[in-house]
């Protein structure tokens, strides 16, 4: 089956730092993913998306790297700042266009 | 605010009980998700409308759980019977109709069940 995997890590980093956020999944069909932030008590909030025609997009701070040959995907976030402390989900679109999350990451950001 | 909008916010209930969640979606979005969420996973699928007509459902869904979206706005969510293992963020999302565009999610419903 479908499977989008971050096995719950968590990731420190300083302030003003870059953060490498990474992700496997499994469904070699799938044509489109996207990087959520949920905040604690919060819904998950769209970050970035990527199509599979593509292999990186850029947003304001953040880009996304798509990998298809090992079926990778990572999330940059530039200049790491404390509001960026949250757990980020990769997501696929699986069948009948629902998203398939992974268990997501922690990232912490030290001031 | 016109983004999605999920009440209440939080329910505590007694086991056994039934009860019903809300999800605004997004005034343009045809498609609607109700999402699961536990603490330290990431959100599970449970059931998608397109407009007012069923789509999908999860092998989540239990018998207990049915959602509806009966003028192909807002959706409702109930749970019967509840029991404890119901305990989790219920999610709402909403999307454009097409291919492949981004799910705006709502705040979520926090349930417990005690």
């Known amino acids: 089956g479908e499977s989008v995997g971050l096995h719950l890590p968590t990731l420190s980093v300083q302030e003003g730092d870059n953060s490498i956020i990474n992700c496997a999944y499994s469904n070699s069909a799938s044509d489109y993913f996207i990087w959520y932030k949920q905040e604690s008590g919060k819904g998950p909030q769209f970050i970035i998306d990527?199509?599979?025609?593509?292999d990186k997009r850029q947003g304001q701070r953040v880009t996304v790297l798509l990998n298809k040959t090992v079926k990778h995907l990572s999330l940059q976030i530039a200049a790491t700042q404390p509001g960026d402390s949250a757990v980020y989900f990769c997501a696929e679109k699986g069948d009948g266009n629902k998203l398939v999350f992974g268990a997501g990451t922690i990232l912490r950001v030290k001031s | 605010d016109t983004g999605v909008s999920q009440n209440p916010r939080h329910k505590i209930t007694k086991r056994g009980q039934n009860v019903t969640f809300r999800c605004d979606p997004i005034s343009e979005h045809n498609r609607l998700y109700w999402y699961r969420q536990t603490l330290g996973q990431g959100p599970e699928f449970l059931t998608y409308?397109?407009?007012?007509?069923?789509?999908?459902k999860s092998r989540l869904l239990s018998d207990r759980f049915s959602a509806e979206r009966p003028k192909g706005s807002f959706s409702t969510l109930e749970i019967q019977r509840t029991e404890q293992g119901d305990s989790a963020m219920y999610l709402c999302?909403?999307?454009?109709?097409?291919?492949?565009?981004?799910?705006?999610f709502g705040q979520g419903t926090r349930l417990t069940v005690v």
């Open positions: 999302a909403s999307r454009e109709a097409g291919g492949n565009t981004e799910a705006f």
């Open positions: 409308f397109q407009n007012e007509a069923q789509l999908e």
């Open positions: 990527i199509r599979s025609n593509m």
